[in-house]
């Protein structure tokens, strides 16, 4: 079956880092919500809650909260899980399927838009080869995350994995 997502250099966001842990435990770190916690989000925020119904239609929840202690939920729905290959998200559609309405992206209202999150895992070299794409509905969107620091953040989180991972799970 060939894919359906063509890569759009306007509208989509991406990185492919070489990881030197085993694909199963990254797995483990975004499928399971005690695991995913500690890590999802770059410090010094932090990921409070987390819940995880990992199946297309599920629901994948987190609520981040701010260094100042504010708190900000996002709700979104899985839309392709291949388990240890593939998990594709999207904050456009709640549970079931059902349509959403925008929300701000980590509490900045300006930084509100729709994206689709796709991070695929692979063997490669003893590790993993980790690529993070984020689909964007508009240039406006995509430009904010870039300005929201997509790389950095999304890089530092996968740091914290890693080191999570190394610690031992």
């Known amino acids: 079956m060939q894919p359906t997502y063509q890569p759009n250099a306007n509208l989509d966001l991406s990185f492919t880092r070489i990881i030197n842990v085993p694909r199963a435990q990254v797995w483990r770190a975004w499928t399971e919500p005690a695991l995913l916690k500690p890590w999802f989000c770059p410090m010094p925020w932090k990921t409070i809650d987390c819940e995880i119904d990992l199946r297309p239609g599920g629901l994948f929840r987190t609520t981040m909260q701010s260094p100042e202690g504010a708190e900000f939920p996002n709700a979104g729905c899985y839309l392709e899980v291949v388990p240890q ?8 559609l ?10 701000a992206t980590c ?4 930084t509100e838009f729709m994206f689709t999150a796709m991070v695929e895992l692979a063997d490669a070299d003893g590790g993993t080869r980790y690529t993070a794409t984020v689909i964007h509905a508009d240039e ?10 997509f790389e950095a953040g999304w890089g530092a989180a996968l740091d914290q994995l890693v080191a999570m991972i190394q610690r031992g799970i």
């Open 107 to 110: 509490g900045d209202a300006n």
């Open 140 to 149: 406006a969107g995509c430009q904010k995350h870039a300005a929201m620091g």
């Open 85 to 92: 290959e593939k998990l594709v998200w999207t904050n456009a």
């Open 94 to 103: 709640l549970p079931g399927f059902r349509p959403a309405n925008p929300t």
